[in-house]
């Protein structure tokens, strides 16, 4: 049962880095749609690859005041919600199977 806990433990760290990754991403990416850089760089493209698949379904909903596009910040509170349900799931899953 310990390994249990500690494969939980790990995946529950894991999907903590993964979130913060991403919100390190999407921060990277709202600061350069702010700045005049060239869009086909190639760390733009990687900016964009990584973050479309979170902001593409986000920008389907009408999340526009003006000009002011707030679907990066639901995609935040998204990441931050699903970043702490999914933790405190594996973490009290690890602790039930003695890996903490």
Do not use: E, N
């Not at 790990?10 to 999407?26: D, F, K, N, P, Q």
């Not at 733009?44 to 979170?54: A, K, S, Y």
């Not at 910040?73 to 919600?81: G, P, R, T, Y």
């Not at 405190?88 to 690890?94: F, Q």
């Amino acid at each position: 049962m310990f390994a249990i806990g500690i494969i939980f433990q790990g995946l529950a760290l894991l999907v903590h880095g993964i979130c913060t990754l991403l919100y390190w991403l999407l921060f990277a990416r709202i600061i350069i749609s702010w700045i005049p850089i060239d869009p086909f760089s190639g760390p733009v493209q990687f900016l964009i690859q990584v973050t479309d698949p979170i902001l593409a379904p986000l920008r389907r909903l009408p999340l526009t005041i003006g000009m002011l596009d707030l679907s990066p910040m639901v995609a935040f509170f998204m990441l931050f919600i699903t970043d702490k349900i999914l933790v405190t799931v594996l973490m009290r899953l690890a602790y039930q199977f003695g890996g903490g």
